[in-house]
């Protein structure tokens, strides 16, 4: 066997999915095979690198032991509620139970259509691929829960879109594939039997130590909100932009799951946004919090009906109860953001007093429209200087002298002079050696992120059948935070006939 299936989902009642097959691609190559991944997972590398591989990540030949599913699931969609969505693109194969004990789902995504694609091809063009398979495997180096790329396909195939594109097949490995609109697809239906049974899936899955709870629902919804407050939190901190924050697009695991329209800040702006059908901004950077608590209301409306059980039947206790325990998101985001912006600023306790701290700087990188992820990586090298070596950096720029410093990505740095001062004083004040301020920096402050441009320049490049830049970016994210002189470029922002305007979601 190529995959060492251990099925679960596909043992529920059929309400839960449609069973499908695949539908096969006209010339499928390899682009890229996530071989540390394959060994994590407990499969074979070489087996999996074979004809016979490509065949099953392709979708040209079912696996064995695979049970393909589409899953049912509807969702809150900008704000408007879609009854039934479901995988219009993708194929569930199967689950593995990986070297570390975790439980996975293997999916391919642009396999063909399915019962629920809605007069859709049911396929992926190859430039959707290549962003998934990218940015998915940079948010794990960079430390972000996610889902992972196992393989990326070259169909054969083209695809009709604005106009024609080649194909590609994506092979997504998720803790799971429940998404928020799963729980909302049954109990928009009344399915109560089918939510409860979902719900107890769920816990068993993703949330074992809730197991026996006398509330399962509300343990649920408590779980899931403090996994995606945290997330949440570190996406801000990466000044990444999911793009597309639907409850269907929400996972019940806490993984950052559709990378869509997904894109990064260059310079840096709260109410920046890529996606090109997010024409009102719902989704932007700065907003992100509050939609995740938004889509946390959407999970709570739907798990009613077993929070009203757990309470005898009585609805607004139900409800009460469902209020009270969302009240806590703002609380859990702003101690994730505040521990999160105090490591980016070298601050170990990451108190509110570090995100305000935090926030003085953003002010004039907004303002001045500072690159987010140089401005605290450069801001780093400053952490184990000396005092001397920090006032000559600041006189050369505010002298417009040649500098390679931190204060050099500021047009006007006076403002950020001030600021510099009040952080070394709130170093001084942990008592904290320098050295470990910095190592603490380097570890929370990237040194290279999937920036828009450059997964623009891959994806054109792959329509033209050419991979080695593709290959060449994958290699350099593996290692984020690493110094790579060789690759310097690659930190840079993008120059203004280089940026990004707008990220499309691919269907």
Request: aromatic share 8%; with cysteine.
């Amino acid at each position: 066997m190529l995959f060492p299936f251990d099925n679960t989902y596909a043992r529920l009642p059929d309400a839960f999915f449609a069973r499908v097959d695949p539908v096969p691609v006209g010339a499928p190559q390899w682009i890229a095979l996530n071989r540390d991944l394959a060994d994590e997972l407990g499969i074979d590398p070489d087996a999996l690198d074979s004809r016979e591989g490509l065949a099953a990540l392709s979708g040209n030949r079912v696996p064995e032991g695979a049970e393909p599913i589409a899953m049912a699931y509807s969702g809150h969609q900008f704000g408007g509620f879609s009854p039934q969505l479901g995988d219009g693109r993708a194929v569930l194969l199967g689950e593995v139970v990986g070297r570390d004990g975790v439980r996975r789902d293997i999916q391919l995504k642009g396999s063909g259509p399915t019962p629920f694609s809605r007069r859709g091809d049911g396929r992926s063009a190859l430039g959707p691929v290549l962003r998934e398979y990218l940015v998915s495997e940079a948010m794990a180096a960079l430390g972000v829960p996610t889902t992972r790329a196992l393989a990326a396909v070259w169909s054969g195939d083209t695809v009709q879109r604005e106009e024609p594109e080649p194909g590609g097949v994506f092979t997504r490995v998720a803790r799971s594939h429940l998404r928020i609109g799963t729980a909302e697809f049954f109990a928009s239906r009344g399915e109560t039997e089918h939510l409860r049974a979902l719900v107890d899936y769920v816990v068993d899955r993703h949330y074992p130590e809730a197991t026996g709870s006398a509330n399962p629902a509300l343990a649920l919804l408590e779980g899931v909100m403090e996994r995606q407050a945290r997330l949440v939190a570190q996406w801000l901190g990466l000044g990444f932009i999911h793009g597309v924050m639907n409850t269907d697009n929400m996972s019940l695991s806490g993984e950052t799951i559709d990378y869509g329209p997904c894109a990064f800040l260059d310079h840096y702006d709260r109410t920046k946004k890529f996606s090109f059908i997010d024409s009102r901004g719902r989704y932007a950077y700065g907003n992100q919090p509050a939609i995740a608590q938004w889509n946390l209301v959407r999970l709570a409306e739907a798990l009613l009906p077993l929070l009203a059980e757990a309470e005898g039947g009585d609805q607004e206790k139900a409800a009460a109860r469902a209020e009270s325990a969302l009240e806590r998101f703002p609380d859990l985001f702003e101690t994730a953001r505040a521990e999160i912006f105090g490591a980016k600023l070298g601050i170990e306790s990451g108190g509110d007093e570090d995100w305000r701290l935090a926030e003085s700087l953003l002010e004039p990188m907004s303002d001045q429209q500072a690159d987010f992820t140089l401005v605290f990586r450069r801001l780093t090298d400053l952490a184990d200087c000396d005092e001397d070596a920090v006032g000559n950096a600041v006189g050369n720029a505010v002298g417009n002298a040649p500098s390679d410093h931190f204060v050099d990505l500021f047009s006007s740095p006076e403002p950020v002079v001030e600021w510099l001062e009040a952080w070394r004083a709130r170093l001084d004040s942990e008592a904290v050696d320098p050295a470990t301020a910095a190592s603490r920096m380097r570890r929370a402050n990237p040194v290279f992120i999937p920036r828009n441009h450059r997964v623009e320049e891959v994806i054109q490049a792959g329509r033209q059948g050419d991979f080695e830049p593709f290959h060449r970016l994958r290699r350099i994210l593996e290692r984020p935070f690493d110094e790579q002189p060789e690759f310097a470029e690659y930190e840079r922002p993008p120059l203004p006939h280089e940026v990004v305007q707008a990220t499309f979601c691919g269907t």
